[in-house]
């Protein structure tokens, strides 16, 4: 190996390590995690579900769902955070 070569794997370690990849990829993670969690019922409702700073800020359609997920807020963040399998979500918020 020359000076300039690195093992693949080191060179991909760097690559997803970099922050706007890894907020990219807990993005995506938070948004799966949130459908399958919580099954088709509720991702019917859900228009949007967004993550950044430990916060997932999740646009539903139906009133009397934000609300009933709202009183369960500390269980969602315990699903959410399981599923992810470190905790990075620190709250939940409807709109």
């Not at 020359?2 to 990219?24: A, C, G, H, Y």
């Not at 807990?26 to 995690?33: H, K």
């Not at 359609?61 to 009183?71: C, D, F, G, I, M």
């Amino acid at each position: 190996m020359s000076r300039n070569e690195e093992p693949l794997k080191d060179v991909l370690k760097q690559f997803t390590n970099s922050r706007k990849i890894k907020n990219q990829f807990t993005q995506v993670m938070v948004e799966e995690v949130w459908n399958e969690q919580l099954g088709p019922a509720i991702k019917k409702y859900t228009e949007k579900v967004r993550f950044r700073s430990g916060i997932v800020t999740v646009t539903l359609t139906s009133a009397p769902l934000r609300q009933e997920l709202s009183y369960g807020k500390e269980k969602l963040i315990q699903i959410l955070n399981d599923g992810l399998g470190e905790p990075l979500v620190k709250d939940v918020k409807f709109y």
